[in-house]
């Protein structure tokens, strides 16, 4: 595995990045990580810096579960040794590492910045620090290592924002006292959040945007663009005699099985009159019967992850549906000629992992799945997930297919 590590130098050593200095700091950090590239991590899936799963990696790296010092856990798959590089710092664009290129001046600044933040162990910077010499044996193999750091000289140009202006609604808030408490105005606001459509209509949990500053374009963009999940939605009764059972390994979501259809007839507890949206944009009305609500799931890990991002309203016990979570999801959908608040619910959880008023992203992880249900008891059901998908129309709860808040 020795021979792996060094070609993993080598290609490091002939890769342009934009601190060339930091080659010998962030190699040393990967010859700690991997083991000198002997983990099963790197020698399988080319990941020498233990790097987590997290949904900002699409496209650089895909999702594979890994079982680590501190348990299993979702970490990143790279296809190459270049693939991983370009990883590596894509991984350091997140935001729990904003500002690290204002501590790029040496490498021993730029470990001390995200060495805590890394790892929670006490001695890790100086394992690192102390793995220097043989990370530059590694690069000086291959040529002149470029190790000049900038003592005493500006760093090159960054975009970090030196603050963030996002405002999350709280209970009695208006656009008004929101303008006033941030020392602008309505119509500044209304300018700089074109998807309020009545201003006199904001509600608690929705983010607004207040001020734009230098930088925060990722951060600001990030509210709008979610990752559509791309899953289909069965919209037929489901189950294991027939065999139509849909299986899915999301990028996002993990390994999911749908064991139930959206809105599918039967095999659920009684529901009156309903109304929902199918994937062909039809809104129905559904007569009384022993109907699902949404669609039901399995996960594999159990690990239930958030199918888009937004703000908890709710999370607690809650009648039939056990420990249920609502979220207020970031975008709105479009419906006959109307931009709809939509919400998701996810029912009959084990553990809820969320409070209400929290910010949550896609594809965290907000529950442990469960078959919690009425009379605040564990295992009334078998272990599944209950998604209800929903946005209010006349003051009437309905219900939507969730493939359809992909073209949202």
């Given at each position: 595995?020795?021979?792996?590590?060094?070609?993993?130098?080598?290609?490091y050593?002939n890769?342009?990045?934009?601190?060339?200095h930091?080659?010998?700091?962030?190699l040393?950090?990967?010859?700690?990580?991997?083991?000198?590239?002997?983990s099963?991590?790197?020698?399988?899936h080319?990941n020498?810096g233990?790097?987590?799963?997290?949904?900002?990696?699409?496209?650089?790296?895909t999702e594979?579960?890994?079982?680590?010092h501190?348990?299993?856990?979702?970490?990143?798959?790279?296809?190459s040794l270049?693939?991983?590089?370009?990883?590596y710092?894509?991984?350091?664009?997140?935001?729990?590492?904003?500002?690290?290129?204002s501590?790029?001046?040496?490498?021993?600044?730029y470990?001390?910045f995200?060495?805590?933040?890394?790892a929670q162990?006490?001695?890790?910077?100086?394992k690192?620090?102390?793995?220097?010499?043989?990370?530059?044996?590694?690069?000086?193999?291959?040529?002149?290592v470029?190790n000049?750091?900038r003592i005493?000289?500006p760093?090159?140009?960054?975009?970090?924002?030196?603050?963030v202006?996002?405002?999350?609604?709280?209970?009695?808030?208006?656009?008004?006292?929101i303008?006033?408490?941030?020392?602008?105005?309505?119509?500044?606001?209304?300018?700089?959040?074109?998807?309020i459509?009545?201003?006199?209509?904001i509600s608690?949990?929705?983010?607004i945007?207040?001020?734009r500053?230098?930088g925060?374009?990722?951060?600001?963009?990030?509210l709008?663009?979610?990752?559509p999940t791309?899953?289909e939605?069965p919209?037929?009764?489901?189950?294991?005699?027939?065999g139509?059972y849909?299986?899915?390994s999301?990028?996002?979501?993990?390994?999911?099985?749908?064991?139930?259809?959206?809105?599918?007839?039967?095999?659920?507890?009684?529901k009156g009159?309903?109304?929902?949206i199918?994937?062909?944009g039809k809104?129905?009305?559904?007569e009384?019967?022993?109907r699902?609500?949404?669609?039901?799931?399995?996960v594999?890990?159990s690990?239930?992850?958030a199918?888009?991002?937004?703000?908890?309203t709710?999370a607690?016990?809650?009648?039939g549906y056990?420990?249920r979570?609502h979220?207020q999801?970031?975008?709105?959908?479009p419906y006959?000629g109307?931009?709809?608040?939509?919400?998701?619910?996810?029912?009959?959880?084990?553990?809820?992992?969320?409070?209400?008023?929290q910010?949550v992203?896609?594809?965290?992880?907000?529950?442990?799945?469960?078959?919690?249900?009425?009379n605040?008891?564990?295992?009334?059901?078998?272990?599944?997930?209950d998604?209800s998908t929903?946005?209010?129309?006349?003051?009437?709860?309905?219900?939507?297919?969730?493939?359809?808040?992909?073209?949202?």
């Amino acid at each position: 595995m020795a021979n792996l590590f060094e070609k993993l130098a080598k290609t490091y050593f002939n890769t342009e990045i934009e601190f060339p200095h930091l080659k010998e700091i962030t190699l040393a950090q990967w010859l700690l990580e991997s083991d000198r590239g002997r983990s099963e991590l790197a020698t399988k899936h080319f990941n020498f810096g233990g790097l987590k799963w997290r949904n900002e990696m699409v496209g650089f790296a895909t999702e594979v579960e890994y079982e680590a010092h501190d348990g299993v856990d979702s970490y990143c798959r790279f296809e190459s040794l270049e693939k991983f590089i370009k990883g590596y710092w894509r991984f350091m664009e997140r935001s729990p590492y904003a500002g690290w290129r204002s501590r790029a001046e040496s490498g021993e600044t730029y470990i001390k910045f995200i060495g805590p933040i890394y790892a929670q162990d006490a001695s890790y910077i100086q394992k690192i620090l102390d793995l220097r010499g043989e990370a530059k044996k590694y690069l000086s193999k291959f040529g002149q290592v470029s190790n000049s750091e900038r003592i005493g000289q500006p760093p090159q140009a960054w975009t970090d924002p030196g603050g963030v202006g996002l405002y999350v609604v709280k209970p009695g808030d208006t656009l008004f006292s929101i303008a006033e408490m941030n020392d602008t105005t309505v119509d500044q606001l209304l300018t700089l959040n074109p998807n309020i459509e009545n201003p006199n209509q904001i509600s608690a949990g929705q983010r607004i945007i207040i001020a734009r500053v230098v930088g925060d374009e990722e951060i600001i963009n990030s509210l709008e663009k979610e990752h559509p999940t791309g899953i289909e939605i069965p919209e037929v009764q489901l189950s294991a005699a027939l065999g139509n059972y849909k299986i899915v390994s999301h990028n996002i979501l993990g390994h999911i099985t749908i064991t139930g259809g959206f809105m599918e007839p039967h095999g659920h507890s009684w529901k009156g009159k309903l109304k929902a949206i199918f994937s062909d944009g039809k809104l129905k009305v559904l007569e009384p019967s022993d109907r699902n609500i949404g669609i039901d799931y399995f996960v594999a890990n159990s690990q239930v992850r958030a199918w888009y991002g937004g703000t908890v309203t709710k999370a607690g016990w809650e009648g039939g549906y056990g420990l249920r979570i609502h979220v207020q999801l970031d975008f709105k959908f479009p419906y006959q000629g109307k931009h709809h608040q939509v919400y998701q619910a996810y029912a009959h959880n084990q553990e809820i992992l969320v409070g209400r008023g929290q910010v949550v992203e896609q594809g965290q992880k907000i529950a442990i799945m469960g078959g919690s249900g009425k009379n605040q008891r564990q295992g009334v059901y078998d272990p599944h997930v209950d998604l209800s998908t929903y946005i209010f129309m006349g003051n009437e709860v309905v219900q939507v297919n969730p493939q359809l808040l992909d073209s949202a």
